[in-house]
């Protein structure tokens, strides 16, 4: 039996991986950090009481910013492969702790990938490493972006991440190690963090449609992402780490939409065409922007970022042409799929409501 260790266990991309290393028969641990409240939900169908029999997931309290927790963990567990995960990811919260962003995003991964190259002298066996890396890293670079894009990142998030990426690779040239970069695309899904601006749109949307929201606050509606479903780019990330030869790949679906698109787009799903009104801010900072008789979202300046990214497109042939990969959902079947799934918790929530 294989075993794999995953941190970041708790969040959205590990979820969906953890989910795909135990379909293949994997022994999966998990690293997770201590919390004063629950934070397992996205998890919590896979995992059972430590008591019980054939427990399909164990999970670890460790810290990216804690060498010690996790030379432990790898010591206790012994993993044939490890999937990074763990990060401070809010791209516009890194403005605002820039400096936890870069230890525990950037210093963070040389961590983990020195106490997996200590582990692998002491074990004598080949661990395979890999990175979550981020099309954030390209910042103002032009699109499409390839693996051989120049980096030019536009946040301290990215900044961390772009750290990251050429640790992973220094261990891979110094070491002979197998390390991986996956620079994976905007991956959504119904289990994304409601900050995050595609479920802060669907979460939004479909509770304005059962009139428990007035209104959607939103930033830049003219950023441009590749938005593709955290389901199959996890599909992408084991492809690499079984492949011979360790390298980095762009994972993404190859085609762009803003953010204003996004938003058409969810409204119009749930019957409620959108029309623009302004094309600038007014003196307090906002836009309305209309559906039928009464304005429903507004643009606030506060949450513009400090420096913003413009357009992210990936392009993924090289995943395609090695990996034999390629997405099965594109951003319209993504958004229905988001938009099926809040619905039913909007539903539930008046239920519970009335």
């Given at each position: 039996?294989?075993?794999?260790?995953?941190?970041?266990?708790?969040?959205?991309?590990?979820?969906y991986m953890i989910e795909l290393l135990l379909n293949k028969g994997y022994e999966v641990h998990g690293i997770i950090r201590r919390a004063s409240t629950f934070n397992t939900e996205r998890i919590d169908h896979l995992y059972h009481d430590?008591?019980?029999?054939?427990?399909?997931?164990?999970?670890?309290?460790?810290?990216?910013?804690?060498?010690?927790?996790?030379?432990?963990?790898?010591?206790?567990?012994?993993?044939?492969?490890?999937?990074?995960?763990?990060?401070?990811?809010?791209?516009?919260?890194?403005?605002?702790?820039?400096?936890?962003?870069?230890?525990?995003?950037?210093?963070?991964?040389?961590?983990?990938?020195?106490?997996?190259?200590?582990?692998?002298?002491?074990?004598?066996?080949?661990?395979?490493?890999?990175?979550?890396?981020?099309?954030?890293?390209?910042?103002?670079?032009?699109?499409?972006?390839?693996?051989t894009t120049p980096f030019h990142p536009r946040s301290p998030y990215a900044c961390a991440k772009v750290y990251g990426y050429w640790q992973t690779v220094n261990y891979r040239e110094a070491y002979d190690m197998f390390t991986c970069n996956?620079?994976?695309?905007?991956?959504?899904?119904?289990?994304?963090?409601?900050?995050?601006?595609?479920?802060?749109?669907?979460?939004?949307?479909?509770?304005?449609?059962?009139?428990?929201?007035?209104?959607?606050?939103?930033?830049?509606?003219?950023a441009s992402r590749d938005w593709g479903f955290a389901g199959d780019y996890c599909e992408a990330i084991w492809l690499m780490m079984q492949h011979d030869k360790p390298d980095d790949y762009v994972i993404a679906t190859g085609e762009s939409?803003?953010?204003?698109?996004?938003?058409?787009?969810?409204?119009?799903?749930?019957?409620?065409?959108?029309?623009?009104?302004?094309?600038?801010?007014?003196?307090?900072?906002?836009?309305?922007?209309?559906?039928?008789?009464?304005?429903?979202?507004?643009?606030?300046?506060?949450?513009?970022?400090?420096?913003?990214?413009?357009?992210?497109?990936?392009?993924?042939?090289?995943?395609?042409?090695?990996?034999?990969?390629?997405?099965?959902?594109?951003?319209?079947?993504?958004?229905?799929?988001?938009?099926?799934?809040?619905?039913?918790?909007?539903?539930?929530?008046?239920?519970?409501?009335?």
């Amino acid at each position: 039996m294989i075993t794999a260790l995953v941190s970041g266990a708790t969040g959205q991309t590990a979820s969906y991986m953890i989910e795909l290393l135990l379909n293949k028969g994997y022994e999966v641990h998990g690293i997770i950090r201590r919390a004063s409240t629950f934070n397992t939900e996205r998890i919590d169908h896979l995992y059972h009481d430590q008591h019980e029999d054939g427990l399909p997931l164990t999970l670890h309290y460790g810290d990216l910013s804690d060498t010690s927790s996790l030379r432990s963990i790898i010591e206790k567990t012994k993993p044939d492969e490890i999937f990074n995960f763990a990060a401070q990811s809010h791209v516009k919260v890194s403005f605002e702790i820039p400096e936890y962003t870069a230890d525990v995003t950037g210093l963070g991964v040389l961590r983990i990938l020195d106490a997996a190259r200590i582990a692998e002298d002491r074990f004598g066996k080949r661990i395979k490493f890999y990175q979550a890396a981020s099309s954030e890293m390209f910042g103002s670079a032009a699109p499409p972006q390839s693996e051989t894009t120049p980096f030019h990142p536009r946040s301290p998030y990215a900044c961390a991440k772009v750290y990251g990426y050429w640790q992973t690779v220094n261990y891979r040239e110094a070491y002979d190690m197998f390390t991986c970069n996956g620079i994976l695309f905007n991956h959504e899904s119904e289990r994304r963090h409601g900050t995050f601006v595609t479920r802060k749109i669907t979460r939004a949307a479909t509770r304005i449609k059962l009139s428990l929201q007035n209104k959607l606050y939103l930033g830049n509606l003219d950023a441009s992402r590749d938005w593709g479903f955290a389901g199959d780019y996890c599909e992408a990330i084991w492809l690499m780490m079984q492949h011979d030869k360790p390298d980095d790949y762009v994972i993404a679906t190859g085609e762009s939409y803003s953010v204003r698109e996004f938003v058409e787009y969810v409204f119009k799903v749930l019957d409620m065409p959108i029309h623009w009104r302004g094309s600038g801010l007014d003196e307090k900072g906002y836009i309305d922007v209309w559906t039928g008789e009464e304005a429903v979202i507004e643009v606030d300046k506060k949450y513009f970022r400090p420096s913003d990214v413009n357009s992210l497109c990936g392009d993924p042939s090289k995943a395609k042409r090695i990996l034999g990969w390629k997405p099965k959902t594109d951003m319209h079947q993504l958004a229905d799929m988001m938009v099926e799934a809040d619905m039913k918790l909007a539903r539930a929530e008046k239920k519970l409501k009335e």
